[in-house]
């Protein structure tokens, strides 16, 4: 798979399925009630996001893809607020009103970053009369000729309770189908293109998954009972496969770092296979992306989004080579990097022969934050610098090497004597230096802590340092 992204832009994808409203309250937590053993939780903050199958559309949309969205809200108010949130981020919509059940909303409790209460308010919809559900259909039947492609979310809420219909009318209009199942009935999702369970939902229609021969087996009796092209399996931290009527299994491990937060994972997946495919891509490419869009996502709290800047920032990662950057490179990662609430750390230096000293200070420096960024002088600064006969290794090979430590991030080359420039226009949250100096003899020092960042020195390990080792090398003087 190449570094390059499908033109997500050009695609059109279809969404329908159980919406909701996704509430946080969040506030710190110092003492236990006196009523209950139960933490008390003072409430500083109360957001509202897109939940459901409306958090599929937005990560849709924020991929670039043209996306529409059919739902089911109630006429409350907490229905007005999921559609005008929704509207806000340039997602067109159909909503079917109901005046007989409130509109699905799930609220999360949560401090110091964690969950400790939902309370989710609903009402099933799938009883007769629940909603117009002639009325959801006829905007299906109208959206479908604009569409290339049409994602069911199914959050067992029963707006898709006619899923068998939805499926059959876009297969007679051409048009693939991907589904999120729920429940223990997938026979209503005959004909679909491709589902995307996790293993529990699996197991739930299926039967124990104890090894991966007999996750294929119960994967590859769905393709062949409900007439299915594909399913892709999610496994948490196992990764996800991908099991298809007419090809070996593709197993793709789990990339993130740190699992933050699973909430909306499973939406963030299918929105970047419908997204990739929706675009041209091969499914097994689609699926590749959707695996790292999930490991994006993970480190992010609540029902989230990926970008594209952070997916192309992953495929650097993946493909080791792309951590030597230029510097236009190097700031369309670190968009991506704040947007995903990452601290960034930078030092600099020539990194002429890296020794175990070096080596030792960028781990220290790592620990700083979340994401690493080494700028090294390139040849003709480290000549102005260090004499006529340095370096001894070319820039190239400098940073190629510093980029093969588990410690470095990005590596980025700069030409003048001091990246005083290149510091101002990363602007970092930490500004790393090694040696005895001042933090306002550092380059750079000034525009860093005037954006409310650190300036940072660090002690050189003892007894490590190029010169000595070229000393060293060069023997006794004659």
Excluded at 149 to 175: E, H, N, Q
Excluded at 208 to 213: A, I, Q, V
Excluded at 275 to 301: D, H, M, S, Y
Excluded at 450 to 476: C, K, M, W
Aim: glycine share 8%; charged share 20%; hydrophobic share 45%.
């Amino acid at each position: 798979m190449t570094a390059a992204l499908p033109e997500f832009r050009s695609a059109r994808v279809l969404v329908v399925g159980d919406s909701m409203l996704d509430r946080y309250w969040t506030g710190p937590t110092q003492r236990i009630s006196p009523e209950a053993p139960v933490p008390v939780v003072r409430i500083r903050r109360d957001e509202t996001r897109p939940g459901g199958a409306a958090n599929v559309a937005l990560n849709l949309a924020g991929l670039g893809v043209q996306v529409h969205l059919i739902g089911v809200i109630g006429s409350d108010e907490a229905g007005e607020q999921l559609a005008q949130a929704v509207s806000q981020r340039g997602i067109t919509a159909d909503w079917v009103r109901t005046a007989e059940h409130p509109t699905i909303t799930k609220l999360r409790v949560l401090s110091r970053n964690q969950q400790l209460i939902r309370l989710d308010f609903e009402e099933s919809l799938d009883e007769l009369g629940a909603f117009d559900r002639v009325a959801l259909q006829q905007c299906y039947q109208q959206r479908l000729a604009e569409c290339d492609l049409v994602v069911l979310s199914d959050y067992g809420k029963g707006t898709l309770a006619d899923a068998a219909g939805l499926i059959a009318a876009a297969r007679a209009a051409g048009k693939p189908v991907l589904v999120d199942p729920k429940g223990h009935d997938y026979a209503r999702y005959t004909g679909a293109t491709l589902l995307t369970p996790n293993v529990p939902e699996l197991e739930a229609v299926s039967g124990p998954c104890t090894d991966d021969t007999t996750l294929e087996r119960h994967a590859q009796s769905l393709c062949s009972t409900l007439g299915l092209e594909a399913v892709l399996v999610t496994r948490s931290e196992r990764g996800m496969s991908l099991f298809r009527s007419d090809d070996a299994p593709l197993h793709l491990p789990a990339l993130a770092r740190e699992v933050f937060d699973v909430t909306g994972a499973g939406d963030t997946v299918i929105a970047t296979l419908a997204a990739a495919l929706a675009a041209n891509a091969p499914l097994t490419e689609a699926c590749r992306l959707a695996n790292i869009a999930a490991g994006i996502v993970v480190g992010k709290l609540g029902t989230a989004t990926v970008s594209v800047l952070e997916l192309e920032a992953a495929l650097h990662a993946e493909h080791g080579d792309s951590a030597v950057l230029d510097e236009p490179a190097l700031l369309q990662q670190i968009t991506a990097a704040r947007a995903a609430g990452r601290r960034i750390v930078m030092t600099n230096g020539c990194f002429d022969i890296l020794h175990v000293g070096h080596v030792r200070y960028l781990e220290a420096a790592q620990r700083l934050g979340d994401l690493l960024i080494v700028a090294v002088n390139d040849d003709a600064s480290v000549s102005r610098l260090k004499g006529p006969t340095r370096p001894l290794n070319a820039c190239e090979d400098r940073m190629r090497v510093l980029a093969g430590l588990r410690s470095v991030d990005y590596v980025v080359p700069f030409s003048e004597d001091t990246p005083a420039r290149l510091i101002a226009a990363v602007l970092p949250d930490v500004l790393v230096k090694g040696g005895d100096y001042r933090p306002e003899q550092i380059a750079g020092h000034e525009v860093v802590t005037a954006n409310g960042g650190e300036v940072v020195v660090l002690d050189f390990h003892q007894g490590y340092s190029t010169t000595s080792l070229i000393q060293r090398a060069a023997g006794p003087a004659a």
